[in-house]
């Protein structure tokens, strides 16, 4: 059974960075074709691509935010991790993990974490 | 960027009725390998999305066969034959086959 749990700060303050984890089972990132990507969606707004890692460890941005985006995994603890710097109210919002198949498909995705960035 | 544009942003169906929603590109989804990767998902309030369909016309595993997708190049279609109320929330559709990978602002279908 694949799941993915996103975990995070809650809160924190402009200027600052947040960290974000994606802790996941019943997959390897390490098993051919697998990537998992982070999105997210501000209140009653749309979705958001932020980026992607893959099983190779290769790795994408989307380059509204690229320069503040930094994606890694760790393949032993099947965690995938994405940091975002100099947070701004912008970056409020539920962020979502979810796991891209060989084939294309998003077939799994995480409950999200609701994340507040508030002074 | 790709922008996709889906119509009508609201949709409101009654129980057994078929709908249908668009998705077109500002370019062709169509990839060098001959895939087009365009999905459809669905966010029911306050959940997660979850995913209905890939490569336009494949149904992930568990989805319903009253959701189909259809299309090619720039103009995409998910149709639901038959809505029922769990349908309800609103449907995006997304493309990787160009880098960034982007959403549609979404389409929320309401149940009379």
């Known amino acids: 059974q694949v799941t993915l749990k996103e975990s995070g700060p809650g809160i924190l303050q402009p200027s600052q960075t947040l960290s974000l984890t994606c802790s996941f089972s019943?997959?390897?990132?390490?098993?051919?074709?697998?990537?998992v990507s982070w999105i997210r969606q501000p209140s009653g707004k749309g979705l958001e691509w932020l980026a992607t890692?893959?099983?190779?460890?290769?790795?994408g941005y989307n380059p509204s935010l690229k320069n503040r985006l930094t994606i890694s995994k760790d393949t032993s603890n099947n965690q995938a991790f994405l940091k975002i710097t100099s947070v701004d109210t912008a970056d409020t919002a539920i962020y979502y993990c979810?796991?891209?198949?060989?084939?294309?498909?998003?077939?799994?995705w995480g409950q999200g974490v609701m994340v507040t960035v508030s002074s | 960027d790709v922008v996709l544009t889906q119509t009508p942003p609201t949709l409101l169906a009654t129980i057994g009725q078929s709908v249908s929603i668009s998705c077109r590109s500002s370019?062709?989804?169509?990839?060098?390998?001959?895939?087009?990767?365009l999905n459809w998902l669905l966010q029911r309030t306050g959940q997660s999305p979850q995913p209905l369909i890939y490569?336009?016309?494949k149904l992930e595993s568990g989805v319903p066969n009253r959701f189909s997708g259809s299309g090619s190049g720039t103009d995409f279609t998910l149709k639901i034959s038959g809505v029922e109320a769990e349908d309800l929330g609103v449907y995006y559709c997304?493309?990787?086959?160009?880098?960034?990978?982007?959403f549609g602002s979404g389409t929320k279908l309401e149940i009379k």
């Open positions: 979810a796991r891209r198949a060989l084939v294309g498909n998003f077939d799994y």
């Open positions: 019943g997959f390897s990132l390490s098993t051919s074709g697998i990537c």
């Open positions: 890692i893959c099983w190779e460890d290769s790795k």
């Open positions: 370019q062709s989804l169509l990839h060098s390998n001959g895939n087009t990767y």
């Open positions: 490569l336009v016309s």
């Open positions: 997304m493309q990787f086959t160009h880098y960034p990978l982007t």
